[in-house]
T-cell receptor
Framework: EAQVTQNPRYLITVTGKKLTVTCSQN?????MSWYRQDPGLGLRQIYY???????DKGDVPEGYKVSRKEKRNFPLILESPSPNQTSLYFC?????????????FGPGTRLTVT | RKEVEQDPGPFNVPEGATVAFNCTYS??????FFWYRQDCRKEPKLLMS???SGNEDGRFTAQLNRASQYISLLIRDSKLSDSATYLC???????????FGTGTRLQVTL
């Protein structure tokens, strides 16, 4: 089954404790992206990757890191989480061909930073 | 001005009604346009792409007006299962950057 998986689905952590949210897709998609969704603000892009070893900042990259060492994986790293990073996070992937096709989203990770 | 703007609603309509949403975008160089559907606390899923000539998929019709910089979604014969938030998505700047509207909430009632 074609899918994007994220882990963990729910996470409660404390300020400053490094964490990683994993994202994996099995569709051989070149493009992967991370979003956060907050009430009233919609989905905002954090980072995206056009292919292995190619990443770029989205609209709200501060406080986040990403890496793309393999095509299927695109982990999101919070080196020192803060309460304003409490949010619902989605990973997405799509094929590309000069422009972005349909994005497939993971089920989301609900993060709470206390 | 926001890059992509939508009326947040909610739009409360009876079953069988026709309802339309608009979405305006600010960048005239925007290239691709989509409507996504998001159920409460779930991941967004593609409803339909929006083509320059307009396109239809069953009860759903999408239109693009480049001159006025808006896209629209028309839902005919609304079903209870259409209740969801509808997200407008536009590629802005480089084709790899997507911008989402904040969504329009639709509630279909008996």
């Amino acid at each position: 089954e074609a899918q994007v998986t994220q882990n963990p689905r729910y996470l409660i952590t404390v300020t400053g404790k490094k964490l990683t949210v994993t994202c994996s897709q099995n569709m051989n998609h070149e493009y992967m992206s991370w979003y956060r969704q907050d009430p009233g603000l919609g989905l905002r892009q954090i980072y995206y990757s056009m292919n292995v070893e190619v990443t770029d900042k989205g609209d709200v990259p501060e406080g986040y890191k990403v890496s793309r060492k393999e095509k299927r994986n695109f982990p999101l790293i919070l080196e020192s989480p803060s309460p304003n990073q409490t949010s619902l996070y989605f990973c997405a992937s799509s094929r590309t061909g000069g422009f972005i096709y349909e994005q497939y989203f993971g089920p989301g990770t609900r993060l709470t930073v206390t | 001005r926001k890059e992509v703007e939508q009326d947040p609603g909610p739009f409360n309509v009876p079953e069988g009604a026709t309802v339309a949403f608009n979405c305006t975008y600010s960048n005239s160089a925007s290239q691709s346009f989509f409507w996504y559907r998001q159920d409460c606390r779930k991941e967004p899923k593609l409803l339909m792409s929006v083509y320059s000539s307009g396109n239809e998929d069953g009860r759903f019709t999408a239109q693009l007006n480049r001159a006025s910089q808006y896209i629209s979604l028309l839902i005919r014969d609304s079903k209870l299962s259409d209740s969801a938030t509808y997200l407008c998505v536009v590629t802005t700047g480089t084709a790899s950057k997507l911008t989402f509207g904040t969504g329009t909430r639709l509630q279909v009632t008996l």
